[in-house]
């Protein structure tokens, strides 16, 4: 079945610590986005990317970073620089202009 | 700048009360309207896309309707199975981001 999967499920961060969040899909689709969810507030974009090998800033991308090598693949790091990471962490992906499909999510907590 | 708003945060219903939710946008030229359902610990699943003012889109018990400003979410006759959480997002035709609303959490006692 044609999807996203996202992984860990569940991620535990330690003080200063970087943590890298995992994406893949395999919809063939072109774009890849990762949002922060948390509490009472709309889903907000963190980075998205519309080709390989490229990408953009979203609204709060400050304290974390991504790559693109691979169509299917779209990795989130969390470093400490981001220093309120606890959040509930989703990725999308989409043709241009398409409705955006999502992963499960990651629930990221600082221990 | 961008702005969806949904409302009401919350909706208790009991089953069968049918009611709707509003999700108003502020965009620079529409391209689409979605909407998701999403469930606890679970991403946001898609379920239609409205294009143009007057436009319907019927999924079971939800209907989803857009005009120039907003587009609402009707839920006729719910079941404890439609408790979700609803949100909305705008597609801004002057960029690639969408533009997300805060969601309305439903809730539908048997």
């Known amino acids: 079945d044609g999807g996203i999967t996202q992984s860990p499920k569940y991620l535990f961060r330690k003080e200063g610590q970087n943590v890298t969040l995992s994406c893949e899909q395999n919809?063939?689709?072109?774009?890849m986005y990762w949002y922060r969810q948390d509490p009472g507030q709309g889903l907000r974009l963190i980075y998205y990317?519309?080709?390989?090998?490229?990408?953009q800033k979203g609204d709060i991308a400050e304290g974390y970073s991504v790559s693109r090598e691979k169509k299917e693949s779209f990795p989130l790091t969390v470093t400490s620089a981001q220093k309120n990471p606890t959040a509930f962490y989703l990725c999308?992906?989409?043709?241009?202009?398409?409705?955006?499909?999502f992963g499960d999510g990651t629930r990221l907590s600082i221990l | 700048e961008d702005q969806v708003t949904q409302s009401p945060e919350a909706l208790r219903l009991q089953e069968g009360e049918s009611s709707s939710l509003n999700c108003s946008y502020t965009?620079?030229?529409?391209?689409?309207l979605f909407w998701y359902r999403q469930d606890p610990g679970k991403g946001p699943e898609f379920l239609f896309t409205?294009?143009?003012a007057g436009e319907e889109k019927e999924k079971e018990r939800l209907k989803a309707t857009l005009t120039k400003k907003e587009s609402f979410l009707h839920i006729t006759a719910p079941k404890p199975e439609d408790s979700a959480t609803y949100l909305c997002?705008?597609?801004?035709?002057?960029?690639?981001?969408?533009?997300f609303g805060a969601g309305t959490t439903v809730t539908v006692r048997a």
């Open positions: 999308a992906s989409s043709m241009v202009s398409q409705p955006q499909h």
């Open positions: 919809l063939n689709h072109d774009a």
């Open positions: 990317s519309q080709i390989v090998n490229d990408f």
């Open positions: 965009v620079s030229g529409l391209r689409g």
């Open positions: 409205l294009y143009s």
């Open positions: 997002a705008a597609d801004p035709s002057n960029d690639y981001k969408l533009s």
